[in-house]
């Protein structure tokens, strides 16, 4: 059970600890539903401890539980759930903030270091970080005021659940889409995420174009991406191939052919290595002979156990496997 946090610098996936807290994953997956999170900044992070989020106010004094939004007021916010006692003892561990009377909100807090067990039954643990800790070390590297507000805003822009185990309360306000950001959104940080921000102030010429030189090469790399993967900017990704990915790295194309097989035949299987080392990637591809049975495995395996990882399945990347035949392709 997953969410994704599209944020201004990357993006988190979030894996919930729906069995031992299903009430505050509730909240929170109904919240991301609602578009509750949308444009909320991270309005105190404080290096080496945690980066909070979820008030659309930006203050850290506002938001709410999305019972609330259901039942009005007296809703507002939620007890807290204490066992299983789950500890903040990882960095990447997501907790519910604490108002002070053991009830919870809409905020969180992600932790941006290991060991900060201190935290333990004040708040409430329901998640983790599964991929994203280069954004989070850049969230750690914020430049923050002495009330560890970053001087350049840092917002989540959107929210993608993965996977829901839990149904929609009734009357919940689902969007048909993402809303615009309110003006008091727009005005509650400092310096705007998409404003040019000098970074040359202070450095050296020799750190100055070894800057440079890094963001040319970037650059340079994501060209060659673009014009030289795809025969056509507007491919359409085949209806009968299935993306895998969060492998563990002992797993191999035939253990995955055996798991998937039961969905019907299987034209080719392929976990995806390094051509030096021959180490898995830890993705692959599945090209099924009928849609129908891509179609059924995809609904099915997603988040399932898989030598003691939970894989991930989808279509939408699965224009990469034209990809890597274009490239063996040019190889022969």
Sequence with gaps: MSVILETTVGDIVVDLFTDERPRACLNFLKLCKIKFYNYCLFHSVQRNFTAQTGDPQGTGKGGESV??????????????????????????????????????????????????????????????????????????????????????????????????????????????RSPEPTKEQLESGLIGADEEVDETKGKTMEEIEDMIEEREE???????????????????????????????????????????????????CEVIRDQKTGESLQYAFIEFEKDEDCERAYFKMDNVLIDDRRIHVDFSQSVSKIKLQMRKGTKE
Excluded: W
């Design 218 to 268: 970037k650059a340079g790399a994501q060209l060659l991406e673009m014009i030289g993967d795809i025969p056509d900017a507007d491919i359409k990704p085949p209806d009968n191939v299935l993306f895998v990915c969060k492998l563990n790295p002992v797993t191999t194309d035939e253990d995955l052919e055996i798991i998937f097989s039961r969905f019907g035949t299987i034209l080719s």
């Design 67 to 176: 019972f609330r939004v259901l039942y009005g007021d007296q809703a507002k916010f939620f007890n807290a759930e204490a066992k299983p006692q789950l500890k903040h003892k990882n960095k990447g561990t997501v907790s519910m903030v604490n108002n002070g009377d053991n009830m919870h909100g809409s905020q969180f807090f992600i932790t941006l270091a290991d060991g900060l067990d201190y935290l333990d039954g004040e708040h409430t643990v329901f998640g983790e970080v599964s991929e994203g800790f280069d954004v989070l070390d850049k969230i750690n590297e914020a430049i923050c005021t002495d009330e560890f507000r970053p001087y350049q805003d840092i917002r989540i822009t959107h929210t993608v659940i993965l996977d829901d185990p839990f149904d929609d309360p009734e009357g919940l306000p689902i969007p048909d």
